[in-house]
C-alpha cells in the first residue's frame, strides 16, 4: 500500500513474523519497531537527543494528557508537536480515550462521546471521536488514532459486543472527520498534511467479536489497523490467542500495532504471531521504580543485597549505564532519591528494549528468528532471577 507521505512495505518474513519499512512524513521507521511512550511531550526522565542516540526511530504523546495541557492550540501555534517537542523523528498519539478511562475523576459514555472531568482541574470536557481528531490534527503526529471505547476487564461477552460496536461507529465518524479535514484544512489548523490514520480493533477475548470489529474497521478503510483492549491484565497466553487470532485477518500490506504491549518475552511472542508495532510504558515506568529489565529478567535495584555488588545491572548489555556504573551506585542514586537515578535506569532498560527489537529485525533479515526467540527464552524469566 502506499500514498504519498505513508506507505508500508515488508521485505522479509518467517513463519507469520515480518521485517518492514514504513515511510512517514518524518522518515522511515524500521519494523518490527518498538516506541517509548512520551506521555506529555517529553519521555521521562530521557532527553530527546539521549532517544535518538538509543536509536528510537518513532516516540508516543497521549492526547489526553496534550489537550488538557498545555492545549492543542498552544501546540499549533507553535508548528505541531514535532516542533514544540524539538523531535523531528515520527510520532504516533493515541485518541486520548484510554486515559479518559484511566485517568480522569468522572467519566460517562455517550453515543456522542466520551464525558469527563480532567484529573488537573476538574474541567468538563466531551472528547468525541470528531474532538480525537481535531486535536492530533492541530498536533500534527504522523499517526493518529481513533477513539475507541476502552472496557473494564474482564469484559462480559454482552458490555464486549456493545463497546466493540460502539467503537465501530465512533471509527466511521472519526474516518469521516479526518476525511473532511483532509478536504477543507481551514477548519483547524492541520500542521502534517501526511498524516495517517489508524483504526482500531476490539471485542476483548471473544474471537467472533474480534473478527467481526476487523471486518466493519477495515471496510471502513484505514491506512492501517491496531489491536487494542488487550495487555489489560489478562494472562499472557490468552493475549497470545487472540493476537494469533486476529493479526492474521488484519490487511497483510498494512503495519499492525499492538497497543499497550509488553514485557520483553511478548515482544517476540507477538511479532511471531504477526505484529509490527508496540508501545509500553513499561521500560520507563519500571525504571523510575527501581527495576532494570535485563536479558535474565527483572532486577530490583532496590534491593538490600546489591548494597555492595560492583557488577553492571546486565552484564551482558552496552548500554552507557551498564559499561558505566555499579548495582551499588545505582542502588545508592535511588535509595537517595537521585534524580539521576530515573535516567540512568530509563536508558538502560529503553536500550534494553529498543536493542532488542533491533535484535528480533536483524534475525528476520537472516531467518534466524526463530533460533532468537528460543534462546531469548531459555534466559529471560518474569520472576526475579538475580
Ligand atoms: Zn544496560
Not at 506507505?7 to 519497531?33: K, M, S
Request: charged share 20%; net charge neutral; glycine share 8%.
Amino acid at each position: 500500500m502506499s500514498s504519498a507521505a505513508f506507505d508500508f512495505q515488508v521485505t522479509h518474513r518467517e513463519g507469520l513474523a515480518r521485517r518492514g519499512e514504513l515511510r512517514t512524513p518524518h522518515g522511515v521507521i524500521q519494523t518490527p519497531v518498538f516506541m517509548p511512550v512520551g506521555t506529555r511531550g517529553a519521555v521521562k526522565a530521557v532527553t530527546h537527543r539521549q532517544l535518538a542516540e538509543l536509536g528510537a526511530e518513532i516516540i508516543l504523546g497521549n492526547t489526553y494528557h496534550l489537550f488538557l495541557r498545555p492545549g492543542a492550540d498552544l501546540i499549533a501555534r507553535a508548528g505541531g508537536l514535532h516542533r514544540f517537542i524539538g523531535w523531528d523523528r515520527p510520532i504516533l498519539t493515541d485518541s486520548g480515550g484510554y486515559q479518559v478511562f484511566s485517568l480522569a475523576t468522572m467519566r460517562r459514555i455517550r453515543e456522542e462521546g466520551a464525558e469527563f472531568r480532567s484529573h488537573l482541574d476538574g474541567s468538563l470536557h466531551v472528547l468525541t471521536p470528531e474532538l480525537a481528531t481535531d486535536v492530533q490534527a492541530q498536533l500534527g503526529s504522523d499517526i493518529a488514532m481513533v477513539l475507541d471505547e476502552c472496557i473494564a476487564t474482564p469484559a462480559t461477552r454482552e458490555a464486549a459486543r456493545e463497546s466493540m460496536e460502539r467503537s465501530i461507529r465512533w471509527a466511521e465518524r472519526a474516518r469521516a472527520r479526518f476525511r473532511r479535514l483532509a478536504a477543507d484544512p481551514s477548519l483547524v489548523p492541520v500542521t502534517n498534511p501526511g498524516q495517517a490514520q489508524f483504526g482500531i480493533v476490539q471485542g476483548a477475548t471473544f474471537p467472533d467479536l474480534r473478527a467481526e470489529s476487523v471486518a466493519a474497521t477495515t471496510a471502513i478503510g484505514f491506512e492501517a489497523y491496531a489491536i487494542g483492549g488487550l495487555s489489560v491484565g489478562e494472562p499472557p497466553e490468552v493475549m497470545y490467542e487472540v493476537v494469533a487470532h486476529t493479526a492474521p485477518l488484519l490487511p497483510d500490506d498494512r503495519p499492525r500495532y499492538l497497543m499497550g504491549t509488553g514485557m520483553p518475552d511478548d515482544l517476540f511472542e507477538c511479532v511471531a504471531r504477526g505484529i509490527d508495532m508496540f508501545d509500553c510504558v513499561l521500560p520507563t515506568r519500571n525504571a523510575r521504580n527501581g527495576q532494570f529489565l535485563t536479558s535474565q529478567g527483572p532486577l530490583s535495584i532496590k534491593n538490600a543485597r546489591f548494597a555492595e555488588d560492583l557488577a553492571p545491572p546486565d552484564p551482558g548489555c552496552g548500554c552507557y549505564t551498564c559499561r558505566t556504573f555499579s548495582r551499588a551506585y545505582l542502588r545508592h542514586l535511588y535509595m537517595s532519591g537521585e534524580m539521576t537515578a530515573a535516567t540512568l535506569n530509563s536508558l538502560h532498560n529503553l536500550h534494553f528494549y529498543l536493542d532488542t527489537m533491533r535484535r528480533i529485525r536483524e534475525a528476520l533479515v537472516f531467518g534466524t528468528f526463530e533460533k532468537l526467540r528460543l534462546e531469548f527464552h531459555q534466559t529471560f524469566s518474569r520472576r526475579p532471577r538475580i
